[in-house]
């Protein structure tokens, strides 16, 4: 009989997290009567929209950006991301005194790209709807002898995006169910292995755009399946394919995907900002969307989400707020 063994385990999120320690923010757990109402149940949101460069994949860049030789930080780190892996690569390399260089879509929004700017990367475009971020990212590192920290498919990535699920546990107490948007996988496969790894009858909920329900595809086909490049609002989420490393954990720990539409993304950053008094960026909305919409039946009485970004600045949050009302 043969095993697999899983990229990451809960010890490997338990070791970022001691990484983490004092490097990033351990961030707030926020709670709301009216919510809970609405849900009929108990909701407990980690707002990772606190976290330093406005959302959690600060956890898994600096993890993996920490563990890289005194040889390769000299050299440098390239990454490819959508914005706020960007960012969170262009913090991390400045924390560790190297630099980087960053592969971002030329429709990044400009908040996203003005703030890796910011942190002091170089950063290379291409057409997201034309161009091959891998390939350009993999040849850029290459060429350059840099060292590749990608948004997702990495195990130091995976399991540094689990330390938020872990903090949320760790303040929450036991959840019926804990809900994180998806996009290349690596926030929820690396909370599904912190959960999972504490109490195995956790529910583990994905949330997908309708555009872009490539691992809701995926999950149901049993092998990874590639979409047209997703229109969406959810920027952080428009991926066509789900990752290889980030697929093989979710699935075998992930429980169900739920999609949501962009008017109903809408509708949930409208809410957060007015009740919860919060910005949430898109992709970060899609859990609370799905809540608030009625797209998860058969709800546990405690349920955590993850609000994984705030990245989106104040002329886009009125417009896509302002759309459909």
Known sequence: MTTTTPPITLDDVRDAAARLKGVAHRTPVLRSRTLDELVGAEVFLKCENFQRVGAFKFRGAYNAASRLTPEQLA?????????????????????????????????????KRAATAGYGAEIVTYDRYTGDRVAIGEALAAERNLALIPPYEHPHVMAGQGTAALELLEEAGELGALMTPVGGGGLIAGSATAAKGLDAGIRMIGVEPEA????????????????????????????ETPGELTFSVNRRLV??????????????????????????????????AALLSGRVSGLPPRIGVIVSGGNVDAERFARICAAGT
């Open 75 to 111: 050299r440098g780190i390239a990454a490819y991301s959508s914005g706020n892996h960007a960012q969170a690569v262009a913090l991390a390399a400045r924390e560790l005194g190297t630099t980087a260089v960053i592969v971002m879509p030329e429709d990044t929004p400009a908040s």
């Open 212 to 239: 872009g329900d490539d691992t809701r595809r995926s999950l149901e086909a049993g092998r990874r399946v590639t979409i047209p490049v997703p229109r969406t609002i959810a920027d952080g989420q428009a991926v």
């Open 255 to 288: 429980d169900e995907i739920a999609l949501v539409s962009d008017d109903e993304i809408r509708d949930a950053m409208r809410f957060a900002f007015e009740r919860l008094k919060i910005v949430v960026e898109p992709s970060g909305a899609t859990p609370l």
